[in-house]
C-alpha cells in the first residue's frame, strides 16, 4: 500500500507538503528535504487524528506521476482496513473527505 504527497515549492522559498487522500494534512517547510524527512511523521499524524475522531481512513488513491510515496507495511494496512470496518458496522464512522 503506498500514499502519495506532493511537495509544492511555494514563492516564498518554503515548500508545502500535503497529503491528498487526507484533507487538511499538510505542513509548510523550509526545505524539500526536510519535507521529504518529515513526509511520514504527517502521515501518522492525520492517521491517528482520524482514528481518534472514528473518521474513515482512505484507501490510497493513484496520482499520475507523483514520484513521492510512502510504503505502508501490510500489518498498518490491515489495522486501516479493520478500523474502517468497525466504525461501518457500528454505524459511527464519519467521512470528512466527502
Do not use: W
Given at each position: 500500500?503506498?500514499?502519495f504527497?506532493?511537495i509544492?515549492?511555494?514563492?516564498?522559498?518554503?515548500?508545502?507538503?500535503?497529503?491528498?487522500?487526507?484533507?487538511?494534512?499538510?505542513?509548510?517547510?523550509?526545505?524539500?528535504?526536510?519535507?521529504?524527512?518529515?513526509?511520514?511523521?504527517?502521515?501518522?499524524?492525520?492517521?491517528?487524528?482520524?482514528?481518534?475522531?472514528?473518521?474513515r481512513?482512505?484507501?490510497?488513491?493513484?496520482?499520475?506521476?507523483?514520484?513521492?510515496?510512502l510504503?505502508?507495511?501490510?500489518?498498518?494496512?490491515?489495522?486501516?482496513?479493520?478500523?474502517?470496518?468497525?466504525?461501518?458496522s457500528l454505524?459511527e464512522?464519519?467521512?470528512?473527505?466527502?
Amino acid at each position: 500500500m503506498q500514499f502519495f504527497y506532493v511537495i509544492r515549492k511555494l514563492n516564498d522559498a518554503r515548500y508545502e507538503l500535503r497529503f491528498p487522500d487526507f484533507v487538511g494534512a499538510k505542513e509548510i517547510f523550509t526545505s524539500e528535504e526536510e519535507a521529504r524527512k518529515e513526509a511520514m511523521s504527517i502521515f501518522l499524524e492525520a492517521v491517528q487524528e482520524r482514528f481518534e475522531n472514528r473518521q474513515r481512513i482512505p484507501m490510497p488513491s493513484q496520482i499520475p506521476d507523483c514520484r513521492n510515496s510512502l510504503n505502508v507495511p501490510g500489518t498498518f494496512r490491515e489495522l486501516i482496513i479493520q478500523h474502517n470496518s468497525s466504525m461501518e458496522s457500528l454505524g459511527e464512522i464519519q467521512d470528512v473527505n466527502e
